[in-house]
């Protein structure tokens, strides 16, 4: 296994639930790698470089505050991509 930034999947795996949120922003591939690139500017990164440690790191992202900053990322990324998309 390679060096892997594990916030990258947890952020990928977390976008449509706060994109559901906001009926009216973008959901084109453009929007969306924004998006996730938004959010991961301002959540630490999680790195990994074994299985073992890319599940341990994903189950310490279900402690509620991790959780909870992951989705509050995710919710400026959507409002401030949905202000001035690129893909116009």
């Known amino acids: 296994m390679e060096v892997k930034n594990v916030m990258e999947k ?3 795996d977390n976008i449509d639930r706060v994109l559901a949120e906001v009926p009216d922003v973008c959901r084109c591939q453009t929007c969306r790698n924004d998006i996730a690139a938004y959010a991961l500017k301002h959540l630490k990164p999680r790195y990994a ?4 440690g890319e599940v341990i790191t994903k189950a310490a992202t279900l402690e509620t505050q991790q ?3 992951v989705i509050a990322a ?3 990324a959507v409002k401030q991509v949905g ?4 893909h116009v």
């Open 83 to 86: 202000k001035n998309p690129r």
């Open 67 to 69: 959780f909870l900053d």
């Open 10 to 12: 947890i952020v990928w």
């Open 49 to 52: 470089t074994t299985h073992k």
């Open 74 to 76: 995710l919710t400026m």
